[in-house]
């Protein structure tokens, strides 16, 4: 293994535990933490694909509910992950489970579309995860999965405003160090919330780029309506994309 994914390794493991650290009150019920039950797998695509340089770094929100929450990889769609990145890995619990959000890891049956639109996008595109990550990484601002009591599924930025802050503060610094050692000339957040975050580090990083395409979530009508062209468009104005 080389230097950088171990890099990675040390910056993740410090954002899981710090994470793990925090507490959330009402509405959130139940918080998951994938780096924790899912780190073999999580593990395995930092050294897998974290180990040169990037062009340009995609950056989500925090995990779904079917997908990274389930594999431990952003975005990790069950089949996209098993199939085309060829990741798969005993899952354990988190140790506070909700009845209505069980942990089956890759033995769910639920797709995560988000997911399946995004590395479905890539490997249409690529044909091969080698390709692929040969310039590009996709990586989550928060790791850590939030429901309310029953079961709905909370984003981050529901949360009460002193909660969100000291989330902020181990994402912020574990966001720093991936730039820092991926080196990319771009940052593109998927929907705004990740390019947000992602414009926050332009007082450390002057000459990065923050873009944004159109988040995947089928909760966005526009996504509905050909996500994988609107995306496509958008990279190659930006010229990221050829």
Known sequence: MTALPSVL????GQLRDRCSALTFSRPVSHVYNPLQYAWQPHRSY???FGGNKKKAVFLGMNPGPFGMAQTGVPFGEIAAVRDWLQIEAAIEKPPKEHPKRKITGFDCQQSEVSGRRLWGLFRDRFISADAFFAEFFVANYCPLVFMDAGGKNMTPDKLAAAER????????????ALIANLQPEWLIGVGAYAEAQGKKLLASFPKLKVGRIL??????????????????????ELGIWA
């Open 215 to 236: 988040h995947p979530s089928p909760a966005s009508p526009a996504a509905n309506r050909g996500w994988g062209e609107v995306v496509t468009k958008t990279l190659v």
């Open 46 to 48: 930092l050294e897998r």
């Open 9 to 12: 390794l040390s910056a993740a």
């Open 165 to 176: 802050a000291a989330l902020a503060d181990p994402c912020d610094e574990h966001l720093h």
